[in-house]
């Protein structure tokens, strides 16, 4: 997550990652956004390349 000015947010997993865990990933960026918006009134973004979790029925 990239913010101008504000903030940078990465994740790195060395091994992959399952579905169920980037699920929650996206809950807490989502409820982050959430706020943050709130707050501020501008959006944000989420960029995915084409990892195949990004993908699954799960997801």
Do not use: C, R
Not at 23 to 36: C, D, F, L, P
Not at 39 to 50: A, C, E, K, W, Y
């Amino acid at each position: 997550m990239f913010q101008p000015g504000v903030s940078f947010e990465y994740g790195l997993a060395v091994k992959g990652i399952s579905s169920a865990s980037f699920i929650k990933i996206m809950e807490s960026q989502a409820k982050s956004a959430h706020t943050w918006w709130h707050m501020t009134q501008q959006d944000t973004v989420i960029v995915l390349d084409n990892y195949s979790i990004h993908k699954s029925t799960a997801v």
